[in-house]
């Protein structure tokens, strides 16, 4: 364990596992932060941090049955002249999941239909389940390709578990300032469903042997986002400066 620490080699790939499950993590915190918004304020911190915790221990269930993860890269059946897997199917099951999902919230953006969830303290707790159900599904599949992806990288097992924690740590951190942000701008809310429908798109052609680098998708989404937050300060500068007018006598004039 000591030779383990002192090797500089040792923090390097724990550095930059860490980042890259946390770049894999945006996706999930934004697929929960929509989620949890749509419950009573008292209970959104709670599923946020307990949707986090399941990603987290999840993951490390993952890691120490690596044999498990191995075999789930082996064809199951062929279809099409293509053999799918284990690991296929659940790609192919998340996002159909994703895409349903982030389509029926687009929907009811769109509709202007009622996202707070019923008062009743039945109908809140059937609403609170529902909602740690649906992220328990895509834990999973986000988990699995996080996963997969840090085997590729890392074989000590303890680096990875400790890059899995530390990352779950630093989403945590940021996960409530970006729930708030998203649930505050509809824009960006819906800006969010969109980067979900394509994420689901992308795995369900990883699913079909397809693969997507997803790269291009983050940067898309960061190009997005940017010219969003441009928009978000026009919009603000804007109504700044009409208030300033109507308080200006004959300002409106």
Do not use: C
Not at 93 to 117: M, N, P, R, Y
Not at 157 to 167: E, Q
Request: hydrophobic share 55%.
């Amino acid at each position: 364990m000591i030779e383990l620490l002192s090797n500089p080699q040792t923090w390097i790939a724990l550095a930059t596992l860490t980042a890259l499950e946390l770049v894999l993590g945006i996706d999930n915190i934004i697929f929960i932060s929509i989620l949890v918004d749509k419950l009573p304020k008292a209970q959104q911190e709670t599923a946020r941090r307990l949707g986090l915790f399941m990603a987290m221990f999840m993951r490390i269930g993952l890691l120490l049955t690596l044999a498990w993860i191995v075999g789930m890269v082996e064809p199951l059946f062929h279809l099409f002249g293509y053999g799918f897997s284990g690991r296929d199917l659940i790609l192919i099951g998340g996002g159909l999941f994703l895409i349903w999902k982030s389509t029926v919230e687009i929907h009811g953006s769109l509709e202007g239909e009622d996202e707070t969830a019923p008062s009743g303290s039945k109908a809140a707790k059937a609403a609170f389940g529902a909602a740690i159900v649906q992220i328990m599904l895509i834990d999973l599949v986000f988990s699995l390709d996080s996963i997969i992806t840090a085997v590729g990288m890392v074989d000590d097992v303890r680096i990875m578990i400790a890059a899995v924690i530390a990352s779950v740590g630093l989403m945590m951190l940021f996960a409530s300032p970006i729930g708030r942000f998203v649930s505050s701008h509809p824009t960006i809310k819906m800006l969010a469903l969109s980067f979900l429908v394509v994420v689901g798109v992308v795995l369900v052609a990883e699913g079909f042997g397809h693969h997507v680098p997803k790269g291009y998708i983050y940067f898309a989404m960061a190009f997005s986002l940017g010219v969003e937050m441009i928009n978000i300060k026009m919009r603000k500068n804007a109504d700044t400066k009409v208030k300033l007018r109507q308080q200006i006598p004959g300002g409106d004039d």
